[in-house]
């Protein structure tokens, strides 16, 4: 991957902002699906607490810890990978820069995980 220009990188980084603010956003609908199911009597508060730490300890925690550590161009390749960004959305210079990184980022999510 080449070295990105400052403008590049304010762009990558406003970007990747916005992939965490969807990835965030599709996580908290199923803290949601729990807070419905507590609405309608189907899990207790104490359930719902712990969904809630869950969400906060785990998932709410790793996205933070990975979009703001990581690298804004695996980010935004990542992103574009999994469907968060549209390639439309990303300049069309800084998509081809990524490209070997988004494919790689395609390959991998299709990996089946092992234990």
Known sequence: MREFTKPEKKILRKLASEAYARELHQ??????????????????????????????????RDLYIQYTRSDPGLLV???????????????????????????????YAEEPETD
């Open 27 to 60: 996580a908290l609908g199923d803290l949601d699906s729990a807070f419905s199911d507590w609405r309608n009597g189907r899990i207790d508060g104490f359930q719902l607490s712990d969904f809630v730490h869950e969400f906060h300890q785990g998932t709410s």
């Open 77 to 107: 390749a990542r992103a574009v990978a999994r469907h968060l960004l549209k390639e439309s959305e990303v300049p069309k210079p800084l998509l081809a820069a990524l490209k070997g990184l988004v494919e790689y980022c395609r390959e």
